[in-house]
């Protein structure tokens, strides 16, 4: 069976991400894609809960197992399919957003991006949370749907293991544990230092290492994190811009402002208004 459900892009288009489509299958024995691809800026992300699949590789094929997943990024050809003897059962997420591109980064070039979420229930549950909400397909719940997108992005960044790098397992845990911490506690002063003392190497190493895992430098991530927590102050808060730039960790309200611009295309005023008032829009 193949259900799903989709969703109009809306006019705001400042989400990180986004999702057009999500889906379940279970009982489909001849189901397979190949050679599809996508355009610049959409997704395509399964997760395979029961049964057994495959990907085809550059270098050969690639067994799929129950709590292991894969993402298709822009401009790959995906080739993918379920064994007729075992069928899957995966979930499946289509997403659009600019964002997606820097969050995962160098993850989208190349070989598709295989993962293992074993073990790993929030995910599945923010799947079936995502599925209930596109159910409705409400206008309203338009934030929900790009808020638990992203989260579901962030979750498999964080909390998977990634089977296409052959790097240190237990350094990987490391980054990713401080990846974690950095999100958490993105408004506190975050040295270097510190964090790679964390995964006990030198800020160097910790900077390579950490871009390799998360597809970007240490401070971008920081950035990125305090520019999405200072967006939930931005809209549900009338603290001035100035206030905000420093709670959400920017010791310059001018720096703040110039990353945010870079990030979002507009400054945090013009996006407060924007937000707050959905009519403005272009």
Sequence with gaps: ?????????????????????????????????????????????????????????????????PGMGFVYAEDQYQHFGTYADDPWEVWWIYLSGEGIRDLIGDKRIGEVWAFSFEGNTRLI????????????????????YAALSYEILLEILLHTVDLNAPSEPGLVHAIRRAAEFMRMNCAKDLPLQKLADQCGISPAY?????????????????????????????????????????????SKPSYYIERFRFAEGVTPSVFRDRYMRPEALP
């Design 206 to 250: 910790f900077s390579r290492t950490f871009h390799m895992q998360m597809g970007m430098p240490p401070l971008t991530y920081l950035n990125m994190q305090r520019i999405e927590l200072s967006k939930q102050m931005l809209i549900t808060t009338s603290k001035p811009v100035k206030q905000i730039a420093l709670e959400a960790g920017f």
């Design 125 to 144: 549950a923010l799947m079936e949370e995502l599925w209930e909400a596109a159910g409705k397909n409400d206008m309203a719940c338009v934030p929900r």
């Design 1 to 65: 069976m193949y259900e799903a459900h989709f969703l109009a892009k809306p006019d705001f288009n400042r989400f990180p991400a986004y999702p057009i489509g999500v889906g379940h299958i279970f009982d489909e024995p001849n189901h397979f894609v190949n050679g599809m691809r996508y355009a610049e800026n959409f997704y395509n992300i399964h997760f395979v809960v029961r049964g057994s699949g495959w990907l085809r590789t550059s270098v050969g094929s690639v067994e799929l197992k």
